[in-house]
């Protein structure tokens, strides 16, 4: 037997240490770390959503004072008003405000110069026809004639001429609109009246003063 026979021999003989056993345990009692990852969704989303938040404060600065702001209502103008003696119609008095075809005032009509007991009307509507007249309606809520009762007053500027129109029953069917009840009188006169001069009176004692 050579002498490097006799040295591996005595090398098979030595006792190696179990090291494989000692990684396994080391791996098992070493906590494990996932591999971290960027998540880069989240960041986006939110940069989005910054974005839309933005738009929405910036549309709401611009238009915010207007939407669903209503529009201011047209506030009421005086459409006539007067105090004055018109042949056997007198005192009459009058205010009347108008939005439209609407309008707001009362009139009172005494029956004769002097009288203790005018009739009293809640105006309601206006028309004013192509030629200037300005007709202004109502019905009555006091005095001689039953409440409910059609009366009103026509108007011409320039020179000032007046009608009253409070004789109770009209000839032309009655109608709870205001409106149609100004267009049966003034077809009425018109009809029987070859001219306004006629049944519009200018001799009026007092004063008239017309809206815009």
């Known amino acids: 037997m050579t002498d490097m026979e006799d040295r591996f021999r005595s090398l098979d003989r030595v006792q190696m240490p179990e090291l494989w056993g000692e990684a396994t345990l080391r791996a098992v009692a070493e906590p494990q770390v996932a591999p971290q990852r960027t998540n880069y969704v989240l960041p986006v989303g939110l940069a989005t959503a910054a974005i839309v938040i933005a738009l929405i404060v910036g549309l709401g600065m611009l238009w915010g004072p207007t939407i669903g702001t209503p529009a201011p209502s047209p506030s009421p103008a005086l459409l006539a008003r007067g105090t004055f003696v018109i042949r056997d119609w007198g005192p009459v008095e009058f205010e009347a405000t108008r939005e439209g075809s609407s309008v707001t005032g009362r009139m009172e009509i005494g029956m004769g110069r002097g009288s203790e007991w005018p009739i009293t009307v809640d105006l309601q509507c206006t028309r004013t026809t192509e030629d200037g007249l300005i007709m202004i309606g109502g019905?009555?809520?006091?005095?001689?004639?039953?409440?409910?009762?059609?009366?009103?007053?026509?108007?011409?500027?320039?020179?000032?001429?007046?009608?009253?129109?409070?004789?109770?029953?009209?000839?032309?069917?009655?109608?709870?609109?205001?409106?149609?009840?100004?267009?049966?009188?003034?077809t009425e006169e018109r009809t029987n009246h070859p001219t306004d001069e006629i049944w519009l009176r200018d001799d009026i004692e007092?004063?008239?003063?017309f809206g815009p």
């Open 206 to 209: 007092g004063t008239v003063e």
């Open 139 to 186: 019905y009555t809520d006091g005095g001689l004639h039953p409440d409910g009762t059609f009366a009103a007053i026509a108007l011409r500027r320039a020179p000032v001429k007046a009608a009253i129109w409070a004789y109770g029953s009209p000839p032309w069917t009655p109608t709870t609109d205001c409106l149609a009840n100004l267009d049966g009188w003034l």
